[in-house]
């Protein structure tokens, strides 16, 4: 294929003739070249966003998100969207690219060039512009609640130029009534006539926010209800209760029945719970039967032993002892003698739990020439994962020399299994951390609530950095760092260095950034009015501000200010915030992107080609700018394939 940059070259050099070309010289080849450093960065710029409250059993909003390169001429591959949240969800195409092609060009005089508008510095030396092309990588995500609860998830973009964090919060809200009941279904096996087998327990949920009312739970004919309470009552949101039901044969042969609840729950009033077991006329009893191991988690095993008992009159002799769906760790030779009225011998299982779910099996046994025995055997392996809010990247904000600040980390368990806080690493001056006394459980399900705090006191002025780790038990886990951040204030009033609200396309909002203004006084400040100032004042909006404008000491108030830019290329201007005594001012950047930037499909990207001989002015250029398009787009194709 020819050379993209002669094709750039001559398609310049034609339109000049034409009259149509708005710039007199070819783009600096040189510039074209790949493999300059790549500059990853993702948009929206804040590192914390925050989906739409959303109920449980539901999907929230979408949210999009971009990786570019922010350096010119670099290509950058993005080979992971890395993430490990139950409540979450990534959609990324992978693996993905983003790039970002540059060319320079001298315009004109504005005499030579009647098409379009370039800017006259003088007739010997006009000005060099730069335009680029973008095309990034775009993903989103969802947040589909399990629990009415505040979570978080931290995201990991993986790329050849380094890694990018992002991390995501949603809270879950309960519906206002949610009946729920577990297991599906109960097997009993094989239970001896006239004889209660094992108890099963059954579980009623109400994980709803308003209180329910259980109207009745009953068992059918042959299956018999020994523990729970099984008339009207009221179960509170959030709470659950168990109950007991074994199988009674009163016969040989196959029983069948449920256990049947209801509720005031308006989706699922009645529940139904299918139940079985096998009537059996036999000399030998195994116990438990049904058997159920104890509930793990994803990464652990479990064992249990299970007794064989000759209840006849006469010795029994065992041929053969089988498990199915379990393993089966130890169990009574071939020819084995049970004695009469008591003789026993145990079974021992073991189940390792490599995925969440429960687990089904079968003890089988045959004994005396022909004769068997079966039991079912069930266990239950749960996840584990815990959510820590905040988590990743978090910035204590903007702190006054010698005043202290906190923030609270609430950790929950977001998954069934519970686990243990075991350790926590410590942090150095001016950082401390309070933890709870270690190790400290953290239950399932987000039953309670394990709090760290971190307090900041700089004794310093600027940003200050730290991080700490903490370890838990969760099987194959590994160990959790946050990041820290705060900003140290001499006395006076104070706003942060700058504030960036990053790239965004022209005529259009980009999502607001806090404007924090620090009180480091030691009387009250009242902000008598704010605006914005500077080169490029009217692409920057402030759009809400706090309901008091009194700064105590110690204390800070935001406003709320986006970029909506009118032009391409980068953007600056400065926030001021007046006061009886002075001024506050902010440096506000941002960058206008041409049309297209950050619109792709997702998983993918999108191309903007735009060419303007005065920044931000693609005036009378559609043509061109379709034709770079054109080019840079078939340039990307052979470099990706």
């Known amino acids: 294929m020819p050379d993209p940059r002669l094709i750039l070259r001559s398609l310049f050099l034609a339109l000049g003739v034409l009259g149509v070309a708005a710039c007199q010289a070819a783009p600096d080849t040189g510039q074209v070249e790949q493999g300059l450093t790549a500059v990853p960065t993702i948009y929206p710029s804040n590192p914390i966003v925050t989906f739409n409250s959303t109920q449980v059993g539901q999907t929230s909003n979408t949210l999009s998100f971009g990786v570019r390169t922010t350096s010119n001429n670099s290509y950058l591959t993005i080979n992971a969207v890395s993430y490990s949240c139950p409540d979450y969800t990534i959609n990324a195409a992978l693996p993905g690219s983003a790039e970002r092609d540059c060319t320079t060009t001298t315009c004109p005089q504005a005499a030579n060039a009647p098409f ?66 577990s297991p599906g279904s109960v097997n009993y096996g094989g239970v001896r006539i006239n004889t209660n087998s094992s108890a099963v327990g059954i579980s009623v949920m109400n994980s709803g926010g308003a209180t329910a009312t259980i109207n009745s739970v009953t068992t059918s004919a042959g299956f018999t209800m020994v523990s729970g309470n099984t008339g009207a009552h009221a179960l509170g949101a959030g ?282 006084t030691a009387a009250p400040v009242t902000i008598t009015s704010v605006n914005i100032s500077g080169t490029d004042m009217a692409d920057f909006t402030v759009v809400d501000q706090p309901t008091d404008l009194t700064i105590m000491p110690a204390a800070s108030i935001k406003w709320l200010v986006i970029l909506d830019p009118h032009s391409t290329g980068e953007k600056a201007a400065v926030f001021n915030a007046l006061f009886d005594g002075g001024t506050t001012a902010v440096p506000l950047i941002g960058e206008g992107l041409g049309s297209g930037v950050g619109s792709g499909d997702t998983g993918g990207g999108s191309k903007s080609s735009y060419y303007a001989c005065s920044t931000g002015s693609p005036v009378g250029l559609a043509p061109i700018g379709i034709a770079l398009g054109a080019l840079v787009l078939r340039r990307r194709r052979n470099i990706s394939g």
């Not at 050849?160 to 964090?165: E, K, M, T, V, Y």
């Not at 039991?375 to 959510?387: E, F, G, P, R």
């Open 116 to 181: 379009v508008q370039c800017p006259v510095a003088s007739p010997s030396s006009p000005p060099p512009v730069t335009t680029c092309s973008n095309y990034d990588y775009n993903f989103s995500a969802v947040f589909h609640p399990s629990l009415a609860a505040a979570t978080s998830c931290v995201v990991t973009i993986v790329t050849d130029a380094g890694n990018l964090g992002l991390t995501l919060y949603g809270t879950g809200t309960p519906p206002p009534i949610h009946v729920t009941a």
């Open 239 to 520: 709470t659950g209760e168990s109950y007991g039901v074994a199988c009674h044969p009163t016969a040989v042969g196959g029983l069948n029945g449920s256990v049947n609840i209801s509720s005031n729950d308006p989706t699922a009033p009645n529940i139904s719970i299918p139940l079985a077991c096998t009537g059996i006329d036999s000399a030998l009893a195994i116990s438990p039967s049904p058997a159920t191991l104890p509930t793990i988690r994803v990464g652990e095993s479990e064992m249990q032993t299970i007794s064989i008992t000759n209840m006849g009159a006469a010795d029994t002799s065992i041929q053969a002892v089988t498990v199915t769906g379990m393993t089966m760790v130890s169990a009574p030779a071939g020819g084995t003698i049970l004695t009469a009225s008591g003789g026993s011998a145990p079974v021992t299982i073991s189940f390792a739990g490599q995925t969440a779910g429960s687990t089904s099996g079968t003890l089988h046994v045959d004994y005396d020439n022909g004769k068997s025995i079966d039991t079912q055997i069930t266990a239950k392996a749960v996840a584990t994962s815990l959510s820590l809010t905040p988590d990743g990247d978090v910035d204590l904000g903007p702190i006054c020399i010698g005043q202290t600040k906190s923030q609270d980390f609430a950790m929950i368990g977001t998954d069934e299994g519970s686990f243990k806080l075991t350790s926590v690493s410590t942090l150095d001056a001016p950082f401390t951390l309070t933890t709870p006394t270690l190790p400290a459980t953290v239950q399932g399900a987000a039953a309670n609530t394990v709090k760290l705090t971190v307090a900041g006191a700089p004794t310093t002025e600027g940003d200050i950095t730290a991080s700490f780790m903490f370890d838990t038990d969760i099987p194959m886990g590994t160990a959790h760092t946050i990041n820290l951040h705060m900003l140290g204030l001499t006395e006076g009033v104070n706003g942060p260095p700058s504030v960036d609200l990053g790239g965004n396309l022209v005529n259009q909002t980009s999502l607001g950034q806090h404007v924090e203004i620090s009180n480091c």
